[in-house]
Nanobody
Framework: QVQLVESGGGLVQPGGSLRVSCAVSISMFSLNSMGWYRQAPGKERELVASLSSGGNRNYADSVQGRFTISRDNNKNTLNLQMNSLKPEDTAVYYC?????????????WGQGTQVTVSS
């Protein structure tokens, strides 16, 4: 069982920056892929950014050039640096990881952290 705990959400003005982090309860070297999703009120959950075990990064078109996903292997954290924030970035942000264990794929989610972009 993998536990994920997000932190760092909050209220920020348009154009501002925020960094959210996800503490992972096991070594990230055992994970297949990691990512951040978000869900705004009345909308479906969407992928924001992903990071594969091989280091490949992918971003949603809406955040490309503004958000950066990274990992800190020493601290076992997955981070999302968000710059030039817009009101439409307002959502609950969720950390997501998946792991293969004895041939089966397991997917884990954090509890989410609220990010609100408003003046």
């Amino acid at each position: 069982q993998v536990q994920l705990v997000e932190s760092g959400g909050g209220l920020v003005q348009p154009g501002g920056s925020l960094r959210v982090s996800c503490a992972v309860s096991i070594s990230m070297f055992s994970l297949n892929s990691m990512g951040w999703y978000r869900q705004a009120p009345g909308k479906e959950r969407e992928l924001v950014a992903s990071l594969s075990s091989g280091g490949n990064r992918n971003y949603a078109d809406s955040v490309q050039g503004r958000f950066t996903i990274s990992r800190d292997n020493n601290k076992n954290t997955l981070n999302l640096q968000m710059n030039s924030l817009k009101p439409e970035d307002t959502a609950v942000y969720y950390c997501n990881v998946d792991q293969y264990y004895y041939g089966r794929r397991y997917v884990y989610w954090g509890q989410g952290t609220q990010v609100t972009v408003s003046s």
